[in-house]
């Protein structure tokens, strides 16, 4: 099917990741940081030179696209989806990008930085990379293929489908967000607008993958009220709120509930803010499942725990407030069955081994789905994202491409 086309993924890839649009949390404005709309504006200029007339950014600095459908049939409207900023955890100023050819194996030493060194042994992903082309940044920056991995490989879709009128497809959306990594990149986006039925984000690792599921997440907010009273008088009168917030904190299990001790599809109860007085003292805490039962289960045992505290101090009162973060995205896709099964059929057309995998996190995808539009993640190619390390092969890139133009014509396939 390729057979006449050279992929540009990378191509792309290597002059987008020059771009800095590192994301800021601390910033209230939308976008977080304007020079994320550097990318935003080139990708709409690479989108109409390609042809696709609608493509624009809005003033949030969303990138919206179609391309026309090449059927007859009516077929569903399929959005894919990727994040213009890169992570505030790393640098992603004057990101130098570099390409190691034909890769066998050996230590691959980053040249701005002798002590970043990227060794097969700590990165066994690499076992599948002999013979192909590894891209990494120089040592003092990320790269960011995640995610302009992402946005390269759309994009290259993009042209593919511009320049292949013959391939059989619907209506194709494109959706470029920013501030992702700061957790605001569905903020401002406008699915009516978008008007796709279901999404694909791709911002995932290995060739192959598919993640399907996420971490239902609730917030709890705490609060502890003491008696306050002049500490020279205080004689059993006074109780103060902090010593019992101590209390909570040491009761909770050291082995098992807590992210330190738990990893595949068990959850956890975690503190991560404290504040107070001795009159009254708060703890945040992020609750986090695989199923909304399990969020349920760990709340009413972290409310137990503090009521047998206080049961030894019965003028001290607490308050416990559960706030929903985010849902799994399997509550959503496991009704909208087709669209991790298409994802699955075109990741075999590709000829890659599916690897289905779950995200001790949320992700833009599962706050889409919960908007109304399904939306898993596919494979990028990404990989030892957020760190001087990162790295991505250019074959991966190409494979992801192909996978997504798979994934336009089962649709059209299947309507
Ligand atoms: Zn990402």
Redesign the pocket.
């Known amino acids: 099917m390729f057979d006449n086309y050279s992929f540009t993924a990378a191509e792309r890839f290597l002059r987008y990741v020059q771009i800095d649009t590192q994301s800021d949390s601390q910033s209230s404005s939308n976008p977080t940081t304007e020079k994320q709309k550097d990318l935003s504006k080139l990708l709409v200029a690479e989108l109409k030179k390609m042809g696709i007339a609608d493509a624009h950014m809005d003033e949030w600095g969303y990138v919206y696209a179609t391309i026309p459908s090449t059927s007859d049939k009516k077929v569903p409207v399929i959005c894919f989806c990727a ?1 213009v900023d890169t992570a505030p955890d790393c640098s992603g100023t004057g990101v130098k990008p570099i390409v190691h050819k034909d890769y066998q194996g050996e230590d691959i030493i980053l040249p701005d930085d002798s002590k970043q060194v990227l060794r097969m042994s700590e990165y066994p992903y690499l076992k599948t990379q002999i013979g192909n082309d590894i891209i990494t940044a120089s040592g003092t920056t990320l790269l960011g293929s ?2 302009k991995a992402g946005v390269a490989e759309i994009m290259d879709l993009a042209n593919y489908l511009v320049a292949n009128k013959k391939i059989k497809h619907g209506t194709v959306k494109i959706l470029f967000t920013p501030d ?1 990594e700061v957790g605001k990149g569905t903020a401002k986006v406008d699915l009516k607008k978008l008007g796709a039925d279901f999404g694909y984000t791709l ?1 995932g690792g290995d060739a192959g993958s598919l993640e399907d599921e996420t971490f239902s997440a609730d917030g709890v907010q705490v609060i502890i009220h003491g008696v306050i009273a002049h500490p020279g008088y205080a004689k059993d009168k006074m109780v103060n709120a902090m010593k019992i917030a101590g209390e909570i904190l040491a009761a909770l299990p050291k082995d098992r509930l807590s992210p330190e001790s738990t990893d595949g599809k068990r959850g956890f109860i975690h503190p991560v803010r404290i504040e107070g007085i001795a009159e009254k003292c708060t703890i945040d805490f992020i609750i986090r499942d695989f199923e909304t039962d399990g969020l349920q289960k760990k709340e009413d045992y972290l409310r137990t725990q503090i009521e047998e505290r206080l049961r030894t101090y019965p003028t001290a009162s607490f308050e416990f407030t559960v706030t929903e973060q985010y849902r799994n995205m399997k509550e959503i896709l496991d009704v909208n069955t087709h669209v991790v099964d298409h994802a699955k059929e075109a990741i075999a057309r590709a000829g890659l081994t599916l690897k289905m995998e779950s995200i001790r996190g949320g992700t833009d995808g599962s706050r889409l789905s919960f908007m109304g539009l399904p939306c898993p993640n596919l494979f990028a190619g990404e990989q030892a994202i957020h760190s001087k390390l990162e790295f991505i092969s250019i074959q991966d890139m190409n494979k992801a491409v192909e996978t997504m133009v798979h994934l336009v014509q089962i649709a059209e396939e299947k309507s």
Do not use: W
């Open positions: 994040h995640d995610d992702e911002d």
